[in-house]
T-cell receptor
Framework: EDKVVQSPLSLVVHEGDTVTLNCSYE??????LLWYKQEKKAPTFLFML????IEKKSGRLSSILDKKELFSILNITATQTGDSAVYLC?????????FGTGTRLKVLA | NAGVTQTPKFRILKIGQSMTLQCAQD?????MYWYRQDPGMGLKLIYY???????DKGEVPNGYNVSRSTTEDFPLRLELAAPSQTSVYFC????????????FGQGTRLTVV
């Protein structure tokens, strides 16, 4: 059975801290791994990773994929209160995306 | 540039009632999905479709039905609403599952009382 597991489930940090969110997966016919940010509405797309070892960056956010060990991490440096959200990891298999339970991040001022 | 459009945005149903959640996309995507999200949880796949006339069950299909008669539309039917179906429902579409993201509608918040 396909499975995507995220950790930690929730996290509280102070502004300026660096956080690392984890996503491990067991999905048949892996095609891609996606990270989304969700703030009370629909998820918004952050990154897509398909190749191992290549870091994707966007401002203070970065992500990397390890296809041998079947996991990905999402790093957020110098966190801001606007980073407070649920971060979702999704893995694309042959015909569908399977999502993890998400990591709820709260950044305190 | 509408993307994925879901209607209605909110709905309250009584136990045993039926309804259809509508989803339409204008990006000519072959792949479409229905997810539900319970409070504090991730997204669970209900049904998906890889093209008109082709649908398949996801992780939590019980109590739901779908059809896909056109590329654009992918309605989700609840036949006998139960309190356990209280959730937020998201429709999404994509060109595929590799090298492409999934685009989401704004969601339908459904309460069954």
């Amino acid at each position: 059975e396909d499975k995507v597991v995220q950790s930690p489930l929730s996290l509280v940090v102070h502004e300026g801290d660096t956080v690392t969110l984890n996503c491990s997966y067991e999905v048949t016919n892996f095609r891609s791994l996606l990270w989304y940010k969700q703030e009370k509405k629909a998820p918004t797309f952050l990154f897509m990773l398909t190749s191992s070892g290549i870091e994707k960056k966007s401002g203070r956010l970065s992500s990397i994929l390890d296809k041998k060990e079947l996991f990905s991490i999402l790093n957020i440096t110098a966190t801001q209160t606007g980073d407070s959200a649920v971060y979702l990891c999704a893995v694309g298999g042959t015909y569908k995306y399977i999502f993890g339970t998400g990591t709820r991040l709260k950044v305190l001022a | 540039n509408a993307g994925v459009t879901q209607t209605p945005k909110f709905r309250i149903l009584k136990i045993g009632q039926s309804m259809t959640l509508q989803c339409a996309q204008d990006m000519n995507h072959n792949y479409m999905y229905w997810y539900r999200q319970d409070p504090g949880m991730g997204l669970k796949l209900i049904y998906y479709s890889v093209g008109a006339g082709i649908t398949d069950k996801g992780e939590v299909p019980n109590g739901y039905n779908v059809s896909r008669s056109t590329t654009e539309d992918f309605p989700l039917r609840l036949e006998l609403a139960a309190p356990s179906q209280t959730s937020v429902y998201f429709c999404a579409s994509s060109r595929g599952t590799g090298g492409t993201e999934a685009f989401f509608g704004q969601g339908t918040r459904l309460t069954v009382v």
